[in-house]
């Protein structure tokens, strides 16, 4: 079974996918991570990518798909995949169960709830570590990362501009997709706003019992 961790910016998908990955020994597809990388190339795509993330808009499906469909190439046989940051609108969702029912794979949703505020108070102080992306919240005097030493470091699409709009994308683009899944019964809901332990500890109840 593979799962897809749904969430608004800031619910602790990344946190908690690392987590899982672990737990349950899965390859991750982190969406935006492998799109920050592709916008660091310096050719005319990597360009029209990393402009399209600092504003905060979502890059167009077809981009999407193809790095999917990539990661799938390679996967480990027998390993099961968690994604996290993809589907997020419904024209991807509909790519994405079409991949999905071709590579004769099932998932399950797990989609981390937290709400408008508390998601724009955790963005606008949110660090990551520059090494082992290891993130934190609320730590504005925070410059050092706990675990590796490392600098921590703001993210250069977490601007007050861009946090609007993904905010306002994923509210008109993402929340029908995940009213979907949730209709068609493939979805978890986890109160995102408890500390990580209890996030994690939720997610392992209710998937048991899924
Ligand atoms: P994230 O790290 O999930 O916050 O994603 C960072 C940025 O990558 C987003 O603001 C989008 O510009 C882009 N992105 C991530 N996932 C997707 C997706 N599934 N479809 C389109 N764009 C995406």
């Known amino acids: 079974m593979d799962y897809v961790l ?3 910016q800031g619910s602790g998908k990344g946190t908690q996918g690392l987590i899982l990955k672990k737990k349950f020994n899965l390859e991750l597809f982190e969406t935006g991570a492998v799109l920050r990388q592709l916008a ?3 050719s005319p795509l990597g360009k ?3 402009s399209i993330i600092q504003i905060g808009n979502l890059v167009p499906n ?3 798909m193809e790095t999917i469909e990539n990661f799938m190439k390679h996967i480990t046989q027998g390993k099961n995949v968690l994604f996290d940051g993809i589907p997020r609108k419904k024209d991807q969702a509909e790519s994405f169960n079409t991949l999905m029912k071709r590579l004769q794979r ?3 949703g797990i989609y981390i709830e937290i709400s408008e505020n508390e998601a724009m108070k955790r963005l606008s102080s949110r660090k990551m570590c520059k090494v082992c992306k290891t993130v934190y919240m609320g730590s504005f ?5 706990e675990k590796c030493g490392n600098e921590l470091i703001k993210r250069s699409d977490d601007t007050p501009e861009s946090i609007k709009m993904r905010i306002e994308n994923y509210k008109k683009e993402t929340l029908p997709v995940i009213e979907n899944y949730r209709h068609e019964e493939k979805l978890i809901t986890i109160n995102g706003e408890q500390s990580v332990d209890k996030v994690t500890e939720e997610i392992l109840n209710k998937l048991e019992n899924f």
């Open 40 to 42: 660091e190339e310096k």
């Open 141 to 145: 005097e925070q410059n050092q990362c």
């Open 48 to 50: 029209k990518i990393k």
């Open 62 to 64: 077809e981009v999407v």
């Open 6 to 8: 749904f969430g608004m």
């Open 106 to 108: 099932n998932f399950k």
